[in-house]
């Protein structure tokens, strides 16, 4: 869209319907644009590899924490269990963590 807004106003520079200063005007600021968006795509780009990361390394530990819990000093377990209960609900019969 930019790109194309900036070969519109080279045919309007072209025919002389702006001028040169008015032309590095807008060429400037569209390309100003564009390198603001560029960043921000970059960005997203980041946080999504970022997001997909930590979901597998969840994923790995989830799969893992039986053992890992087993295999764990009792001060360890104790620390766990703390976490995981600081929130515990009662439903009628059901409780959730």
């Known amino acids: 869209m930019i790109n ?3 070969l519109k106003i080279t045919s309007v520079l072209k025919t002389g319907e702006v001028t040169a200063n008015g032309y590095d005007k807008l060429y400037k600021e569209f390309r100003t644009k564009i390198e603001e968006i560029d960043t921000k ?3 997203l780009q980041k946080a999504e590899d970022n997001y997909y990361l930590t979901v597998n390394y969840l994923l790995q530990l989830t799969n893992r924490a ?3 819990f087993l295999s764990s000093e009792i001060e360890e377990k104790r620390k766990l269990l703390k976490i995981l209960l600081q929130n ?3 439903d009628r019969k ?3 963590i």
Request: glycine content about 0%.
């Open 4 to 6: 194309s807004k900036i």
């Open 41 to 43: 795509l970059s960005n």
């Open 66 to 68: 039986y053992d890992l």
């Open 88 to 90: 515990p609900t009662l």
């Open 94 to 96: 059901n409780s959730s």
